[in-house]
Nanobody
Framework: HVQLVESGGGSVQTGGSLRLSCAAS????????MAWFRQAPGKEREGVAA????????NTADSMKDRFAIFADNAKKTLYLQMNNLKPEDTAIYYC??????????????????WGQGTQVTVS
């Protein structure tokens, strides 16, 4: 039974920073990919960044590359999202996702099997 638990969300002023964490449990394989997505009110869920366990390669959405970065602690199966220079348009629920296999660090919601409950980020 795979569980993803996000933490680190909250309210921050424009220009501030937040670091989100996603701790995975129940992933039995050492080959997996994890990703961050976000969903703003009235909008579709969009990919933020993804990384697979077998590589240092990170796939980050073009619009966020200059402010957001992800990194992982494979030993802890934990994925982090560092968000800097936050803007009101970054306000959303941020979700962590995971899947088995390491073929590609996808930003498509359809390929992920496991999802966290989400953590709210509010920028004002």
């Amino acid at each position: 039974h795979v569980q993803l638990v996000e933490s680190g969300g909250g309210s921050v002023q424009t220009g501030g920073s937040l670091r989100l964490s996603c701790a995975a449990s129940g992933l039995t394989s050492s080959d997996y990919c994890m990703a961050w997505f976000r969903q703003a009110p009235g909008k579709e869920r969009e990919g933020v960044a993804a990384k697979c366990s077998d590589s240092s390669f990170v796939n980050t959405a073009d619009s966020m590359k200059d402010r957001f970065a992800i990194f992982a602690d494979n030993a802890k199966k934990t994925l982090y999202l560092q968000m800097n220079n936050l803007k009101p348009e970054d306000t959303a629920i941020y979700y962590c996702a995971a899947r088995g296999g390491v073929d590609w660090a996808s930003l498509s919601t359809s390929v992920y099997d496991y999802w966290g409950q989400g953590t709210q980020v509010t920028v004002s």
